[in-house]
């Protein structure tokens, strides 16, 4: 059964940091695209980052491009995403999710998402 | 690309039946995905490549289109249906998604 799990989120400060975490299982994770997508709270979806499997393509959502880095340790099955300078706008839930190649790139597995909140 | 999703609410019957539309600003081919996300859980994929159902999901769901006009539609709403639905396009980065459309009873 694939297993996504996000950790690491929290309040902050603005200008702050925060390190979020994805452990991956179920799955040859390895093998896999990943993505960030975030839900500020009441809103829709927003894309944030995504990071091939091979860690050598990544892509990153204008709003975030410059604080925002994404990273993967294949080895533990975990993805991370390293957020500094944050914003009261970077406040929202976060979710981690799989980029599946044979649908065309879609989110087909989830986490549970973790809340950030930035906030004085 | 922006994708635009109308309507952004609707109120409907359980047995009903049900289309959602986006359109992107420009073509993306057949790169939308739906999904559908219930209050306090993850989006769930439903359909890919714009009209291939994901494994599992009824089939009552259905997609249609391609370029920049895309409908999902809900052959008969079930209740379990009530939800929140967001297209996505995946022809290029960045990654875009939809306003959402609230399905209420």
């Known amino acids: 059964e694939v297993r996504l799990v996000e950790s690491g989120g929290g309040f902050v400060q603005p200008g702050g940091s925060l390190k979020l975490s994805c452990a991956a299982s179920g799955f040859t994770f390895s093998n896999y695209a990943m993505s960030w997508v975030r839900q500020a709270p009441g809103k829709g979806l927003q894309w944030v980052s995504a990071?091939?499997?091979?860690?050598?393509?990544?892509y990153y959502a204008d709003s975030v491009k410059g604080r925002f880095t994404v990273s993967r340790d294949n080895s533990k099955n975990t993805l991370y995403l390293q957020m500094n300078s944050l914003r009261v706008e970077d406040t929202a839930v976060y979710y981690c999710?799989?980029?599946?190649?044979?649908?065309?790139?879609?989110?087909?597995?989830w986490g549970q998402g973790t809340l950030v909140t930035v906030s004085s | 690309i922006q994708l635009s999703q109308s309507p952004s609410f609707l109120s409907a019957s359980v047995g009903d039946r049900v289309t959602i539309t986006c359109r992107a600003s420009q073509g993306i081919s057949s790169y939308l995905a739906w999904y559908q996300q219930k209050p306090g859980k993850a989006p769930k994929l439903l359909i890919y490549a714009a009209s291939t159902l994901q494994s599992g999901v009824p089939s009552r769901f259905s997609g249609s289109g391609s370029g920049t006009e895309f409908t999902l539609t809900i052959s008969s709403l079930q209740p379990e249906d009530f939800a929140t639905y967001y297209c996505q396009q995946l022809h290029g980065y960045p990654l875009t998604f939809g306003g959402g459309t609230k399905v209420e009873i």
């Open positions: 990071l091939s499997g091979t860690r050598d393509t990544v």
């Open positions: 999710a799989t980029i599946e190649p044979s649908a065309l790139g879609s989110f087909d597995q």
